[in-house]
């Protein structure tokens, strides 16, 4: 029998916190106004890894053993509700038509549902958050909103924009997805008074999975069908996103090659799919993606010795899940 | 010569507070990317009275002397901030063409901008309260954050609901309005260690004429023309919001013009006004919510003995400004 993947491992390690947790998303969810809970429902049960708050419950049951009020359940919860309210808007940015396979909440329940229950999942994140006590712990959060709302701002200019730059494309995936990664991380290991160095290394861990983490998605979203990544391939060309694959295939694209990446990213049609993918595949941009996502999980992986812990064997499994993130496959 | 109105009284005499307010949130509105303060400055030169961080302000001048590190002046940015916020989704949600007279943000900038900058400055609005340093605070303003969205998407739910009651109209505009009115009263009493008692009557002064100036708005909204509110007349018809004059006429009317106000409710067709103005005056229908208003703003002003004060004209100057809120005209 195949040994569980390192998430898997992490996750029934920490099944009993990751209850919790679950408890407190459903008691944010909770209001007397029933299409609130019933969308927050909705997009929980789609069945995500909940990768974030796993991150927060690890690093919090690693490092140091201060932790009395239990409240690495609560930032944990604070950090995937952060997730959720940013999904349901990014559903409305985007036009999603589906998201991990299904049908996507704005499409079921309309935009301006989307909006305010994203509004109101939000404002309970911070309310859970304040929960903590901790007024650091309440500045990297809501620091880390802030940057993840600039990030999706700076993605939108870009739609459409096959020119866009690596270095701008990299910093744009910083912004919307791996400064919540790295809170995620250096918020378990805070909230339990671990020494500065290995809440920085926390950090950095967080920091340069969650850069893997979206590198990988990015390129899998040229290479995966429904059934392995849940939502359908090529929508970053269809919705208008460059990302790196693209971006590669465009840089080094003859004129012509250039010009139908210009007329094809955003026009939503399908049937430029195959010439994309065509394309990605002759100038190698998945392999440069891919490798570029295990340069960020190496560098992560690196950061794990400054960590300070009694428990090794939850430093391993942190690694293993670096390795992981960035060796998924269609 | 008019003496001037309380609340330009209140803010010549908070003038130097209100000018760091507005350098707090020119900081919160900056960013590398140009169209974030480009979208938050046009919503701020739009020429609201900023009476939301005028009351914190206020309440801060005329209670206690305690308030070393000078935190007022970020509460009150804070919640302008939220409210800025909410603001900037109201209009995608409203899909209004106009707000104070001006096109609608939405309309220049688009509704992807909007929800995405909206995110943006409500957590920056997070990041500067939680400079306060003070968990209580940090605990009153996420919740009102909370209470706001749910407002906002019992307000959705009920959009074209020429039925709804009466009190539910008062639960919505209570959480859609007058929670963030309360919060701005009673943080201003907080952040200077007032008394319990007195942070307990800031709160039920300002969810007083919280109430009397959403009151006062919605029979405006009949009763006005663009000169006097900068909205269009007839806004909320159009829009199918149901408000108090509707609500009462509606409830008082004939078969035939209870099926008027279901058709007209939200139709958007400015050639329905007339009759529904001419409906409204018929029974009475802004008298009746003038009154509630002047009953709420009353309420207020009964609040102000309550408070422990060192600056009786401050409160003066507040139970003035409760009666002028209520006796706004077109």
Known sequence: MKEPAPIDRLTALLADDLAQVDGHIKDMAASDIALIPKLITYIFTAGGKRIRPLLTLAFAACTGTRNP??????????????????????????????????TSAHMIFGNQVSVLVGDYF???????????????ILEVLSGTAAIISAGEVTQMIHSGDAALTQERYLEVIRSKTAVLFESACAVGAMVTDAPQASCEAAGIFGMNIGMAFQLTDDALDYDSDVQTLGKP???????????????????????????????????????DLPRAQELIVKYEGLEHTRALAQEYSQKAIESLPLIKTSRPEVIDLLADLARQISDRRA
Do not use: C
């Open 233 to 271: 391939t090529g929508h970053d060309l269809l919705s208008g996103k460059p990302t790196l694959p693209l971006i590669l295939a465009y840089q080094n694209g003859t004129a012509t090659e250039k010009a139908f990446w210009q007329k094809a990213l955003g026009k939503g049609n399908r049937r």
């Open 69 to 102: 009020r239990g409240h690495h359940i609560e930032l944990a919860a604070a950090v995937e509700a952060i997730h959720t309210a940013t999904l349901l808007h990014d559903d409305v940015i985007d036009e999603s038509p589906s998201r991990r396979g299904r």
């Open 122 to 136: 939000f404002a309970r994140a911070f309310q859970m958050m304040v929960r903590s006590d901790d007024i650091r």
